[in-house]
C-alpha cells in the first residue's frame, strides 16, 4: 500500500490529552498493532495478526514504517510489551539501538488499562481492571486477572489479582479447558477424581504433575478461570481456536438468562487476591452445564464488583477502567458495568478500539509519554 493511501485512512486519529515526542509503540504477540503518536494524536495500524509466522512479522515491520511515515514523524521514544521474547519487542530494541532512542518496557495489563485512559484522555489515577488470556508480569509469572493502581507518572501498583491455578502441561492447559478443570479439582483435594473423571489419555499423567508440582506453572489468567469451568460443566474438552471455551460459556449462559449469584461463591483474600474457587466447586457438581453456564457468568461478576468495591474504598479512587479481552463477553461485561456504576463508581470503556490486545500499542505509547512528561522515560 502506497504512502499517501495509508495517511488518506489514518483519518485524525485518537485525541490524546497533552502533546509529546513522536512514539512508535510495537503491541504484544496476539492481534498486534502498532502505535504511532504525533503531538496530541495517537494513530494506531490494523491488526497485522498473531506474530507467530514469518508473514505477520514482516508484516509487523511493514506497518512500523508505513506509517512512520505517512505521519512523518520519525520516533523519539520505542516502547514495546514486557516479554523480552516477543518479536515485536525485539523488533523495538533493534529499532532503538539502531537510532540510538529510549527503549521503554510496558507491563501488559497496565497496557490494557491505559489504553482506555488515553482514549477517555484520563490525567488521574484511576483503578484498572485487566482481564484476559495471558501477558508476562513483573514478578516473571503468568498474569491475567489484575486488579491496578494506574497512576499518571507512568507506573501503576498491583493492588490484587485473582488467585493462580497451575497450568499442566504449560501452555498447552490453555489450549485443553480439561486439564484446566483438573486444575480446580486439584486445588480442591479432589485430586483422586481427575484420571476417572476426564476420557483423556493424559488424565492420570496430568493428575500426577499436579500431585508433584511439575511443569504446572501458576497463572492468574481469567480467561483460564473461564476454561476451568468451561471443563468442569463439559462444554469444551479441547479447544480448535482462541478463547473457544469461554465463548461456549458465554452462549450458553446467553441462553439460560440471569440467574442468582453464589453469595459465597467467591472469597477476597486479605492481600488483594480474588479466589472463585467456591463458584467452581459448585459447578464441579452441577448437572445442567446450562444453568452452570449462567451461574459462573453471574458469579463472577459479583466476586469482581466486590472486589473492585474494596479497592475503591481502600484507595479513594471513584473511577474504574476495564480492558482485556474477557471484556468482549458481554453477560460479563453488562453484569459487572452494572453493578458497579450502581456503587457509585465511573466506569470507562474501550470506544474506538478493542479491549482486546489490537488496543496494547496504544497503551504502551500512552504510558511512554506519561514517563517523558513526568522526566522518567530514561
Known amino acids: ?34 502505535c504511532v503518536t504525533r503531538g496530541d494524536r495517537a494513530y494506531v495500524s490494523e491488526s497485522v495478526g498473531d506474530l507467530d509466522t514469518p508473514a505477520a512479522c514482516v508484516a509487523h515491520e511493514t506497518a512500523s514504517a508505513r506509517l512512520i511515515a505517512a505521519l512523518d514523524a520519525e520516533p523519539s521514544l520505542l516502547a514495546h510489551d514486557l516479554h523480552p521474547d516477543f518479536f515485536s519487542s525485539r523488533f523495538a530494541a533493534r529499532f532503538a539501538g539502531e537510532h540510538g532512542l529510549p527503549l521503554i518496557a510496558v507491563q501488559h495489563h497496565h497496557a490494557h488499562i491505559a489504553a482506555v485512559m488515553a482514549e477517555h484522555g484520563v490525567l488521574e489515577p484511576v483503578l484498572g481492571l485487566a482481564l484476559d488470556g495471558v501477558g508476562l508480569g513483573t514478578n516473571g509469572r503468568a498474569w491475567g486477572g489484575e486488579l491496578l493502581r494506574v497512576d499518571m507518572d507512568g507506573g501503576f501498583v498491583r493492588l490484587g489479582h485473582l488467585a493462580e491455578l497451575a497450568l499442566p502441561g504449560g501452555d498447552r492447559a490453555a489450549r485443553e479447558p480439561w486439564r484446566m478443570a483438573a486444575s480446580v479439582l486439584h486445588a480442591l483435594g479432589r485430586g483422586g477424581e481427575i484420571a476417572a473423571r476426564f476420557d483423556e489419555p493424559a488424565a492420570a499423567t496430568v493428575a500426577h504433575m499436579l500431585e508433584k508440582g511439575f511443569n504446572a506453572p501458576p497463572s492468574s489468567s481469567a480467561g483460564r478461570w473461564f476454561d476451568a469451568a468451561a471443563g468442569l460443566l463439559g462444554v469444551c474438552a ?35 487476591t480474588l479466589n472463585m474457587l467456591p463458584l467452581l466447586a459448585a459447578l464441579a457438581d452441577v448437572k445442567d452445564p446450562v444453568y452452570g453456564a449462567a451461574l459462573f457468568h453471574h458469579t463472577l461478576a459479583h466476586g469482581l464488583a466486590a472486589w473492585v468495591e474494596r479497592a475503591a474504598e481502600s484507595s479513594g479512587l471513584r473511577t474504574v477502567a476495564l480492558g482485556g479481552g474477557c471484556f468482549l463477553n458481554r453477560i460479563l461485561n453488562r453484569e459487572l458495568t452494572h453493578k458497579l456504576e450502581c456503587m457509585g463508581l465511573a466506569v470507562l470503556q474501550p ?3 478493542s479491549p482486546g490486545d489490537a488496543a496494547i500499542s496504544l497503551g504502551q505509547a500512552y504510558v511512554a509519554l506519561l514517563r517523558w512528561r513526568n522526566g522518567t522515560c530514561a
Do not use: H
Open 1 to 34: 500500500m502506497a504512502i499517501n493511501a495509508v495517511a488518506s485512512q489514518l483519518g485524525e486519529g485518537i485525541a490524546l490529552p497533552f502533546s509529546g515526542p513522536a512514539v512508535l509503540a510495537c503491541g504484544a504477540w496476539l492481534k498486534n498493532t502498532v
Open 238 to 272: 479441547t479447544m480448535r481456536f482462541e478463547a473457544e471455551a469461554a465463548m461456549a460459556l458465554e452462549r450458553l449462559a446467553a441462553g439460560y438468562g440471569p440467574v442468582e449469584p453464589l453469595a459465597d461463591g467467591f472469597v477476597l483474600e486479605p492481600d488483594g
Open 351 to 353: 470506544r474506538l478500539l
